[in-house]
């Protein structure tokens, strides 16, 4: 029985997911397109847009797979890619830990960043929220961007052609993260964390896609949790 | 690209499930369990740790320049992430970004 606050949850999440549709589609698009000029088959491509739903790793995997590289590279490389989600993982444990296992397994299955810093966002906002109005605000962010992801893939497949270059609407990803990490600087602690993880993020470029973006996740975690306890003592 | 269509499959179906392990990996398996409090309060600061340093990349060297540092992205980019701070609203801080963005693609046109 779904009560009207998780209903309403759910709608709300739903609205909050609405402008990612504009960051989404163009990035599926080219995947689309990326995936049949490889040589993938449609089913493929549409293999991986659906079960992986993994939109960095699965580019990583083409890249590498464009190259011939050893499959057991291939897979390892994209799967860093996909580290920084344990952490997501991790951290959703907290606010809806106590979920029934399906709608964990449903949440784990569309965990990737847009959901879910948008609603982490929101369980920061707002503390009081039970365990399933998070599971259903989670979800109705969910049902906007998922689907838009497949479909958008499957016409960037089928028609082939991805968007201009010239309209520039690669920038519309960074742009989207940027304008989110902006509400999450709430206090000094959390600009610290957001500093040191460019910081250490940009010194370990090189490092193999997503291990030192992990790397440097752990670090700014630490900082946060330092600055916080030095603000807790000068208050004291 | 010279694998066989089993290949290919397998790739997609590790893929697929080890993504979905490490998706579930804490979730599942720690679900409510009481974690140690200082790994507690790392994990209050994960968006913010993870997001800032995945974006840095993108905004410094975006593919779409070949890795040249552009200054209307990084203007756009630090648009976007101001507005969004003082607002505190996503939706205000992409609009001013990508208004920016373009603004600034459209005056670089035409100088």
Known sequence: ?236 | MTYSTGEIWLIIGVLAVGTFMIRFSFLGLIGDRPMPPLVLRMLRYTPVAILPGMVAPLVLWPAATGGAPDLVRIIAALIALGVGYLTRKVIWGMAAGVTAFYTGLWLTGLL
């Open chain 1, 1 to 236: 029985m779904i009560s009207a606050t998780a209903k309403s949850a759910y709608l709300t999440g739903v609205r909050d997911g609405l402008p990612f549709v504009f960051m989404v589609i163009p990035f599926a698009i080219l995947f689309g397109v990326v995936a049949i000029e490889a040589g993938l088959s449609l089913a493929q491509t549409m293999g991986f847009t659906v079960l992986v739903i993994a939109g960095a790793a699965q580019f990583a995997a083409l890249q590498l797979m464009l190259d011939n590289a050893a499959i057991g590279f291939v897979l390892l490389a994209a799967l860093a890619v996909n580290l920084r989600m344990a952490m997501y993982s991790a951290s959703l444990a907290l606010y809806i830990g106590s979920a029934p296992m399906w709608q964990r397994v449903l949440i784990s299955y569309l965990n990737f960043d847009q959901n879910y810093m948008t609603a982490v966002a929101k369980y920061e906002d707002v503390p009081d929220m039970t365990v399933q109005a998070r599971v259903q605000y989670f979800l109705g962010v969910s049902t906007v961007i998922a689907p838009v992801w497949s479909v958008a893939s499957l016409v960037g497949a089928l028609i082939g052609t991805a968007i201009p270059e010239a309209l520039a609407l690669d920038f519309i990803l960074p742009i989207t993260f940027l304008s989110m990490v902006g509400p999450m600087l709430r206090t000094l602690a959390h600009l610290a964390a957001a500093v040191v993880s460019v910081v250490v993020a940009l010194l370990l470029i090189d490092l193999p896609s997503g291990s030192g973006l992990l790397i440097a996740g752990v670090c700014a975690m630490t900082a946060g949790v330092i600055v916080e306890t030095w603000m807790k003592r000068d208050r004291a």
